[in-house]
């Protein structure tokens, strides 16, 4: 059995941008012994019972951790912001392959995200709902005049992003200009 301290500070870098940008433990804890996953599922429980870390509610959302649910509940009654309320939503719903509490509090969550990038981030844990009304909302984004949102809305639902990169691209003169003139 490998050392679990050692495991933890793997599957839970420092949370900072160099550290967990691009970052994914999928792999480690695909790699982890029964008897290593439920050491590392009982001391992931404790971190997140001390500290809101949606890395430590993703990891314990793959090993598909049901004791942490209500440690996962409490961090989503917790939360005042409507972003994270969907994120501790959708991992409490994907750990029950299904909650229809879980599904309205997020969609009722995502009605008061107005700021952009915080839309364009729960896109994709929107769309893990699998939710024909949630979809629907974020269909509404799909045609969006800017390009991040529409783009970020479509993959999230899987639709072809070809359109609105040709949109995009137009707009800014790639296409139609010489690759010298695209600076100018």
Same mark, same amino acid.
């Given at each position: 059995?490998?050392? !679990?301290? @050692?495991?933890?500070?793997?599957?839970?870098?420092?949370?900072?941008?160099?550290?967990?940008?691009?970052?994914? /433990?999928? @792999?480690?804890?695909?790699?982890?012994?029964? +008897?290593?996953?439920?050491?590392?599922? #009982?001391?992931?429980?404790?971190?997140?019972?001390?500290?809101? *870390?949606?890395?430590? %509610?993703?990891?314990?959302?793959?090993? &598909?951790?049901?004791?942490?649910?209500?440690?996962?509940?409490? #961090?989503?009654?917790?939360?005042?912001?409507?972003?994270?309320?969907?994120?501790?939503?959708?991992?409490?719903?994907? !750990?029950?392959? =299904?909650? %229809?509490?879980? &599904?309205?509090?997020?969609?009722?969550?995502?009605?008061?995200?107005?700021?952009?990038?915080?839309?364009? %981030?729960?896109?994709? @844990?929107?769309?893990?709902?699998? *939710?024909?009304?949630?979809?629907?909302?974020?269909? /509404?984004?799909? +045609?969006?005049?800017?390009?991040?949102?529409?783009?970020?809305?479509?993959?999230?639902? %899987?639709? *072809?992003?070809?359109?609105?990169? +040709?949109?995009?691209?137009?707009?800014?003169?790639? =296409?139609?200009?010489?690759?010298?003139?695209?600076?100018?």
């Amino acid at each position: 059995m490998r050392n !679990i301290e @050692h495991l933890l500070k793997e599957l839970i870098p420092p949370s900072d941008y160099q550290h967990r940008n691009g970052f994914s /433990n999928e @792999h480690i804890v695909l790699s982890l012994s029964e +008897n290593e996953k439920t050491e590392v599922e #009982r001391n992931l429980i404790e971190m997140l019972e001390k500290k809101e *870390d949606d890395l430590i %509610g993703e990891t314990l959302t793959i090993m &598909k951790s049901t004791d942490s649910l209500p440690t996962l509940r409490k #961090r989503l009654d917790l939360s005042q912001s409507p972003t994270m309320k969907i994120i501790w939503a959708s991992y409490i719903n994907e !750990i029950k392959s =299904g909650d %229809g509490e879980m &599904k309205k509090i997020a969609l009722n969550e995502f009605y008061k995200v107005s700021e952009k990038y915080s839309q364009i %981030g729960i896109f994709h @844990h929107l769309a893990k709902f699998c *939710d024909s009304r949630i979809n629907d909302e974020i269909r /509404n984004y799909i +045609n969006d005049k800017d390009y991040l949102t529409a783009y970020n809305a479509r993959t999230s639902l %899987g639709i *072809d992003t070809t359109e609105i990169i +040709n949109r995009e691209q137009i707009k800014n003169g790639i =296409g139609t200009k010489k690759w010298w003139e695209i600076w100018k």
